[in-house]
T-cell receptor, first 110, second 114 residues
Framework: DGGITQSPKYLFRKEGQNVTLSCEQN?????MYWYRQDPGQGLRLIYY???????QKGDIAEGYSVSREKKESFPLTVTSAQKNPTAFYLC?????????FGEGSWLTVV | AQSVAQPEDQVNVAEGNPLTVKCTYS??????LFWYVQYPNRGLQFLLK??????LVKGSYGFEAEFNKSQTSFHLKKPSALVSDSALYFC????????????FGAGTRLFVKA
């Protein structure tokens, strides 16, 4: 099936650990995005990528890192520098400017 | 810089009545505008978009939106609300002269009462 797959759905992180959220798409989309959603709030852009091997910071990139080595994949690493990482993370992709979303990943710090 | 505002945190409407969810935007060029819906613990589902052309855009599940350039607004509408429309709605904007950066509003929670 075509679509955007995020994994894992639920992830727990200990203080001081880096964790990586996976995002894979088989829609042949050029652009990919990562957003953060805090409970009851809107979406804030972390990083986006328009082509392979290129990405730009969004509004809240501090404490996060990404790579875009393949068109299909845009993993997000939440580093220990991100002091408040507990949130719902949403990945999206798009070709003609319309972002389509995956089902999201919950990250909780324990 | 791009920005989008959804002035209402919550909209309440009775089933069968028309609904409107408001959105205003600011971009440096011509906008791409989008509406999405989110159900609990799920990703966002695309409803409709405006790029150019007719100011009234029709989308999924009976929703439509009206683009008003002079008022920089893109309000979401539905003639007859259903209880199942109760969800969180997001407006988003992209300035197509500036790449693929897409910014979302804070969201509006819609409650449809039976």
């Amino acid at each position: 099936d075509g679509g955007i797959t995020q994994s894992p759905k639920y992830l727990f992180r200990k203080e001081g650990q880096n964790v990586t959220l996976s995002c894979e798409q088989n829609l042949n989309h050029d652009a990919m995005y990562w957003y953060r959603q805090d409970p009851g709030q809107g979406l804030r852009l972390i990083y986006y990528s328009q082509i392979v091997n290129d990405f730009q910071k969004g509004d809240i990139a501090e404490g996060y890192s990404v790579s875009r080595e393949k068109k299909e994949s845009f993993p997000l690493t939440v580093t220990s520098a991100q002091k408040n990482p507990t949130a719902f993370y949403l990945c999206a992709s798009g070709s003609t400017g319309t972002p389509y979303f995956g089902e999201g990943s919950w990250l909780t710090v324990v | 810089a791009q920005s989008v505002a959804q002035p209402e945190d919550q909209v309440n409407v009775a089933e069968g009545n028309p609904l409107t969810v408001k959105c205003t935007y600011s971009v440096s060029g011509n906008p791409y505008l989008f509406w999405y819906v989110q159900y609990p613990n799920r990703g966002l589902q695309f409803l409709l978009k405006y790029i150019t052309g007719d100011n009234l855009v029709k989308g999924s599940y009976g929703f439509e939106a009206e683009f008003n350039k002079s008022q920089t607004s893109f309000h979401l509408k539905k003639p007859s609300a259903l209880v199942s429309d109760s969800a969180l709605y997001f407006c988003a904007v992209r300035d197509y002269t500036g790449g693929f950066k897409t910014i979302f509003g804070a969201g509006t929670r819609l409650f449809v009462k039976a």
